[in-house]
């Protein structure tokens, strides 16, 4: 579903690259063959308008810490870091309709990693639609409107973010030792147990 629109495959293709944009896990996703600068302006889907791209590029550099020269230098060249913010980079010059953000923050330091999700809560508070896949539960709960858990490969409940300011909110033992598990929480370790009462009628 896309703006309350069930798309089929074709509906796909169209808004890949244009209405979807990926920052993806992996920085293996950089060309090695080409500077990170014709990346980075290769994102873009408006082509006709180079200087528009350039712009944008040294815009979005600046705000990610990255020196003009890095649009010269190839991807095995950056640090895990730089790659990452090279990632966001991509997926930010253009104006999506979708960010589906694959581990953005890895690699990051924590002002960087907060910018960037910052950015992201941005978008999402301007109209567009953010999925943020991580396994770092403290930054997710500080720009998320609806957390998803997973155990597993399935997902076991998902609530608005305000349910994770207690655990008795929560009603899956896993998304429980999450809360448990948070540092404001002293790293509690808690032996799962069965689901609820409840969530055993709903099964």
Do not use: N
């Not at 996703?29 to 590029?57: C, E, K, S």
């Amino acid at each position: 579903w896309v703006d309350g629109e069930l798309q089929d495959a074709a509906g796909l293709r169209r808004l890949r690259g244009k209405g979807l944009s990926l920052v993806p896990q992996s920085v293996a996703y950089l060309d090695p063959t080409m500077t990170v600068g014709r990346q980075v302006q290769g994102a873009a889907t408006d082509r006709a308008d180079a200087r528009r791209r350039v712009l944008r590029q040294r815009e979005l550099f600046a705000r990610y810490g990255l020196d003009a020269d890095v649009a010269r230098m190839y991807p095995h060249q950056l640090s895990g870091g730089m790659a990452r913010r090279v990632l966001l980079c991509c997926a930010l010059m253009d104006d999506p309709r979708v960010i589906i953000a694959d581990e953005p923050t890895p690699g990051l330091d924590l002002e960087l990693a907060v910018r960037a999700l910052g950015d992201f809560r941005d978008f999402a508070d301007a109209g567009g639609g953010v999925l943020l896949i991580t396994h770092d539960i403290e930054l997710a709960l500080r720009v998320a409107d609806r957390v998803a858990v997973f155990q597993d490969g399935t997902v076991v409940e998902e609530v608005p973010v305000e349910r994770f300011a207690s655990p008795e909110l929560l009603r899956h033992p896993f998304s429980r030792a999450l809360w448990h598990a948070l540092p404001e929480h002293d790293f509690a370790v808690v032996e799962e147990s069965g689901a609820s009462d409840e969530e055993g009628r709903d099964a």
